[in-house]
């Protein structure tokens, strides 16, 4: 759920009605908001509902330590925080706060690239976006990072994630372009992106097919 | 009218059909785009309307002189463009691109404070939020500013603006706050500002106060 | 001068015992500092020497209005303020505290680019780089800048402001590189950047050489 | 050694007639640089030595996985990367290029802060500027890191780490600041800092005394 706060609790309460199992609280409609504000935000979506809730610290929603303490005493169902933006040292400062009474999630753009970093900060999880058109080597992957399988890891990274990331890079937006042309390589339907994203170009598409096909089978 | 394409669009159908006399397009929601993206979403809403639209150059949706003048070609009822942002040399560029073709509107937090450097490159509209609660101050600055009488924007600078941006500039989100304050000081209902705002501390609406009163009567 | 406090005061006694008129203060070298911490070394530099002082304020080096006030109580032979920052809210915040105790002087790369926006905050003077290559041109925009002749300012923006920033643009450095070109492409003797700059490609000095050749006799 | 070109030279073959075992090659002085200046920089220094080098990713020297590969393959003497940027995507991409070519070292302030992060992605090694005044829980920190003592890591990091930065955040250049204040404050000399920097507040070194006298005995 996002938008502003009224629109974010309609949809907390539907949400509730039809059966979810929880909430992803997205920032708020373009506006900055003081520390209080956002506090207040996610405090009134909170409240409004019985779903648990992760908020997701990114884009105009950056939380600090004190922040989300603050909140985490006063949401009993405030119950994960999923970091888009990558700080170390802004994640040890709320892991060392919060500790266990919240559950973290990696949730950067490409976590992978992520995911060895955050595993040792205390942030194990991570949605997976390149397992939608390369399950075998997503798979692959995060079990190389738990069981600590460097060699492997740092293959991968070199063979797919950091050229991966390279195209991504490209152009705003891309992280989610980038999964929906890999999907239509990999021959299922996905669609294109809708504005304000745009599609990768003929050329990065074969760019990025090349790199899918170097990887081989994925079953 | 704001959010994702879709609403965007469904927005400014809503907006014609009920007799408004144009559009301001803020940017959409979250998602950072590409200049291509940015371009097929504005056009998108612009075709979607009979109605003038004016963009908003403003957080994730910065746009380049290229892809507006792009847009100007595309969209005859795109008209103009409010630029939050405050980069000169971006704006000459755009300036230099589009001349005439765009109508050009100060739209910075604080409109006053950029007054002046804007009227010189071209952009000479602004709105007044300070209009709110002092409008004598705000229409001698606008006078000033129009009449090149230096000493007086410098001595609205120096005794209004510039301590009242200090104040503006201590949280995110204060722009409105502040506003939102001065009215309630100058004795009209306001009442308080939304998550993920904040109001003004109660020693910062007393700052406040006591500058707003040494301003003198405002009419 | 420029580097750490005790080189920079060793330069300006050498500069002073060599018989220069003024001293333009450069940052300190890599170190952030806090504004009191910058306030010291400028004001060490200050005092070393009985030369006037303008202050580069540039990269680590920002100074709040405040620090500039305190400086200019502190130190009689402060003398100016160069700015290659161009943040107007804070350019404004200075003027409005420091009023006519400094010169201010438009530091910014490609200085043409920010002096219409400049003049009318109070700072109309600026060192031309293109001076150095298209005289006649740098004249004709100082000339049309004072005048308020913005026919002429835009057409030149147009013609050769805009699309030179946007080449400048392509590489960090290319501020001091494509002057070189420039000089170069006239006719005279520039020889070529050194390292950490790079020269312009071929092909970029081709496009300047277009601009400039279309801007016909430079005197 | 650092400054520009001609100075980094100088000062590399001075410190290889002298003695030295190796260089830190810091950035050069204020002018930012293109990859390609930068590369021609570097490849000057190791080229006029014959010493290790070891270059300092930092402030505007920043370098990508390409101008690395490239110096590694022109210098053999380059021998090292330390890094005080903290991007991990980046940091990624250039041990995927340059796997054991280099040597990589955690360069960031308050390195322990880092040091889990970077140790999963290949970057053990760090300096410790806190053990010059708690060299005990340095080494335990160091120690923890080292064998997975997550629970060591995330008690010395809520007791000592988290809190040290929030102090050291509060000013630029204070990560030097408040090592000397440390070092002050278990009883050996460290004198004052320089300009730009500034020492801690009074009440600042009051807090950093609590927090190093909660750690109890060093030895």
């Given amino acids: 759920v996002g938008y502003g706060t009224r629109l974010a609790i309609t949809f907390a309460m539907d949400a509730e009605r039809l059966g979810a199992d929880g909430l992803l609280l997205m920032p708020p409609y373009l506006t900055e908001g003081s520390q209080a504000g956002l506090q207040a935000h996610i405090a009134a979506v909170c409240n409004a509902t019985r779903l648990g809730v992760i908020v997701y610290n990114r884009a105009n929603c950056r939380l600090s330590a004190a922040t989300l303490a603050a ?40 976590a992978e690239t992520y995911a060895p970093a955050f595993r040792n900060i205390g942030i194990p999880v991570y949605s997976s976006a390149i397992f939608n058109f390369v399950p075998g080597t997503a798979l692959a992957f995060h079990r190389a990072v738990n069981a600590g399988d460097t060699a ?36 299922r339907s996905a669609g294109h992106v809708r504005p304000p994203l745009s599609d990768l170009t003929p050329s990065e598409y074969d760019e990025l097919a090349a790199l899918i096909g170097r990887l081989g089978p994925q079953d």
């Fill in 71 to 110: 909140l985490a005493d006063q949401c009993p169902n405030l119950i994960g925080f999923k970091d888009g933006v990558g700080d170390i040292e802004q994640l040890t400062a709320i892991r060392a706060r919060l500790g266990d009474r919240l559950l973290y999630l990696n949730g950067m753009p490409t």
């Fill in 152 to 187: 492997t890891v740092d293959r991968l990274m070199r063979d797919f994630l950091v050229p991966y990331v390279q195209i991504r890079n490209r152009q705003p937006g891309y992280a989610v372009s980038i999964v929906k042309a890999g999907v239509r390589i990999v021959g």
